[in-house]
């Protein structure tokens, strides 16, 4: 790339202004000094910056698919569990029902036999009454007797019959079964887990079934997906979404980042010299040669207020003053001068 030479005056002229942000740093050539005066200008104070506002809260992010299956087989499971307790409830309320038709039955049974052996009591009171009154001759008072056997007899009858009805129910009838405990749910396994993922995400989550089994890495896997697809654009399971996974959770190292050439920028000028001094970093580079930072060139245009000074201006003289103090530190002036001034 050629350079733009350009012949900077010793006086101040007024020259176009550039208002644009310096972007790179720039290497300046500053003509010699004859007089061999030493100038420092110091730029004033920064002003203070006003805090930043409160950054808005995040919004919620969506849950990614691996979460949206997990939690999937989490409702499923619930509803797995609240179908079996509704089961149980139902065949409490049977048993109940049962045994209270039991206890119904019972009471009926026995009463049944109450009736028969009161009946019986009566039936065996008439026949006694009747040889006594017949044996007495007493026939009148006996036939009372007999039709008293007959009727009791009559009713013992029936209610025997009922009685080998109640018999014949209940050896019919099924004994209450004891109340079945549920079989335990067992929860689904890994591969019924990611059933319904796609191909290329089985294949990974195999590799690292942690993320699947443990609920923290699943919600970070959930945020992973999250950044990389909403904020990166990668598309999901693509194979740049699983290096991005593997590098974000330290399965493989990220690639080197090559380092850029830095870009340097010159503005000769006529007057060389000769004598180095020593840079910040120890470096020796020609004393008629400075180099300033993107910073330092942003500094240099906002500390000196001259409005008749263009930019480039105000960067040669920034650039002779840090030469001036370097040499002024190579030659051991700068801090001698700093320590008698306390």
Excluded: C
Excluded at 13 to 23: G, K, Q
Excluded at 52 to 70: G, H, I, N, Y
Excluded at 155 to 184: C, M, N, S, V
Excluded at 311 to 317: D, V, Y
């Amino acid at each position: 790339m050629p350079r733009t030479k350009a012949r900077l005056p010793e006086e101040e002229l007024p020259l176009p202004v550039d208002n644009s942000e310096p972007t790179e740093p720039v290497e300046i050539e500053l003509p010699s000094e004859p007089d061999g005066s030493t100038e420092i200008e110091l730029a004033p104070a920064p002003a203070p910056v006003e805090p930043a506002p409160e950054p808005a809260p995040a919004p919620v992010e969506p849950e990614s698919p691996l979460q949206a299956q997990v939690a999937a087989q989490a409702r499923a499971e619930e509803l797995q569990r609240a179908n079996a307790e509704m089961q149980r409830q139902l065949r409490e309320r049977d048993a109940l029902l049962q045994t209270e038709r039991t206890r119904g039955d019972d009471a009926e049974y026995n009463s049944v036999l109450t009736a028969i052996a009161a009946e019986q009591a009566v039936l065996d009171k008439a026949e006694q009454d009747y040889a006594a009154y017949a044996q007495a001759g007493d026939f009148q008072t006996a036939a009372k007797a007999q039709r008293i056997m007959a009727a009791t007899a009559a009713r013992l009858d029936r209610l025997e019959d009922g009685k080998a009805a109640f018999e014949q129910r209940r050896e019919t009838r099924p004994a209450p079964a004891a109340e079945p405990q549920p079989a335990p749910q067992a929860p689904l396994d890994f591969e019924q887990r990611i059933e319904k993922m796609p191909d290329s995400a089985k294949s990974w989550l195999r590799k690292h079934p942690e993320f699947i089994n443990d609920t923290a890495l699943n919600n970070k896997i959930g945020s992973a997906h999250s950044y990389l697809v909403n904020n990166r654009g990668v598309e999901a399971f693509s194979p740049k979404y699983f290096e991005a996974l593997d590098e974000e959770f330290g399965f493989k190292a990220p690639a080197p980042v090559e380092p850029q050439p830095q870009q340097r920028r010159s503005m000769p000028v006529s007057a060389p010299v000769s004598r180095d001094v020593p840079t910040a970093n120890g470096q020796r580079q020609p004393s008629n040669r400075i180099t300033l930072s993107q910073e330092e060139r942003q500094i240099a245009r906002t500390s000196f207020t001259n409005p008749n000074m263009s930019n480039e201006q105000k960067e040669l003289l920034y650039a002779r003053n840090k030469a001036k103090l370097n040499k002024l530190r190579a030659n051991g002036e700068y801090r001698q001068t700093t320590e008698q001034n306390g």
